[in-house]
């Protein structure tokens, strides 16, 4: 069996090492093409060393543009690739432009297309990545799920029983492989805080984008750091919107983005996360540590109804939600949350071969 994974940007590369590494141990011959949408060393090389995922087969390096423009770019370069590997599968993961590029440039190969995370919803169409799932969902011969909520809802979108598999969550499976590693990396020992963080990663355009509602959060930020740290890695393009606006953020402690696995472990020991990430959401719930997401919907929301998430709207409200924490964790996980939904992916593509 012949794998083609496509990834491109840092949520994709957690999602890629478990099924990698169970391809490894089952023989299939696999092909890895980065598309170069994240192309930042943090956000995208960083991760392969630390994930342990070999260099790409294929680095497209379409770099950044807008969705169209980069969703085109990549589709015109990958349409080569496909031609010449010819794989039984097409692996794609998550809700990045590269995702619904490749899905829709497989399909109309004839070459099949496996939708690692699907079934997933926030019902917000603003969100250029709920578009990219229904697409590729709609498209995707296999749709391969991280919740029983996931299941449900392609069911009632009209997709056939037998195209839907129900694996857990892969991005699990690379927490849990990383845990020990990124604790003895010791990142937030080398910050020198005084006490457990407030971890903070925002990169959603309605929350960047938008000048006033970013001034809101940088306010409320800057009044929870007066009485604990808060430490904000921040994404690029964030970073670019808050030197624009030129907000002053002290006494919140803005850094450049971080790897994997020092992301992994300032979140281990957090006293909480504020986010607006979908990864983290889970990530979070796996850690058992509270996370407030700075949304009005999600589409996770497995992490509210089972894990420590809890969604805030209003960037005003997070002062009452760090106010009211209690400091204790949970290690209750949903189903199929247990490190193994890589060796259930290849199960899935081998079963359907």
């Not at 990834?7 to 590494?21: D, E, I």
């Not at 192309?39 to 497209?60: E, H, I, K, Q, W």
């Not at 039984?88 to 590269?98: E, L, M, P, Q, R």
């Not at 700075?294 to 589409?299: A, D, L, M, P, Q």
């Amino acid at each position: 069996m012949k794998l083609l994974h496509v990834v491109g940007a840092r949520p994709n590369f957690p999602k890629l090492a478990p099924v990698h590494r169970a391809g490894v141990a089952a023989g299939a011959q696999q092909v890895i093409v980065h598309t170069g949408q994240h192309y930042d060393d943090a956000l995208s090389g960083s991760f392969f060393r630390d994930l342990d995922v070999p260099t790409p087969d294929v680095d497209l390096g379409v770099g950044s543009a807008s969705h169209a423009i980069q969703t085109a770019r990549i589709m015109e370069a990958i349409e080569p690739v496909f031609l010449h590997e010819r794989p039984d599968w097409v692996v794609v993961y998550g809700d990045v432009n590269s995702t619904v590029a490749a899905a829709l440039v497989s399909s109309k190969l004839g070459i099949r297309t496996a939708h690692v995370e699907a079934g997933l919803r926030s019902d917000d169409l603003s969100m250029p990545e709920e578009i990219n799932r229904i697409v590729t969902d709609r498209l995707a011969n296999l749709l391969l799920t991280p919740s029983r909520d996931a299941d449900a809802r392609l069911r009632a979108e009209g997709e056939p029983q037998s195209q839907i598999v129900f694996v857990g969550n892969v991005m699990v499976d690379s927490l849990l492989h990383s845990i020990a590693l990124a604790r003895q990396r010791g990142f937030r020992r080398s910050l020198g805080l005084s006490a457990a963080p407030i971890a903070v990663t925002l990169h959603r355009p309605s929350n960047v984008d938008d000048p006033e509602r970013l001034r809101r959060i940088v306010d409320v930020l800057r009044e929870i750091a007066r009485d604990r740290p808060v430490v904000f890695p921040a994404h690029p393009r964030t970073k670019q919107k808050l030197t624009e606006m030129r907000l002053a953020c002290d006494p919140v402690r803005v850094l450049d983005p971080v790897g994997y696995l020092e992301m992994l472990d300032l979140m281990d020991g957090a006293a909480a996360v504020i986010t607006d990430s979908g990864g983290v959401q889970e990530e979070t719930t796996a850690l058992g540590i509270p996370c407030f997401t700075v949304r009005t919907s999600t589409e996770r929301p497995i992490t509210v109804t089972e894990g420590t998430n809890r969604l805030v709207p209003e960037p005003e409200d997070l002062r009452q939600a760090i106010a009211e924490l209690r400091g204790s964790r949970t290690d209750r996980r949903p189903e199929g949350w247990d490190g193994h939904a890589g060796v259930r992916i290849l199960e899935a593509l081998s079963a359907h071969d």
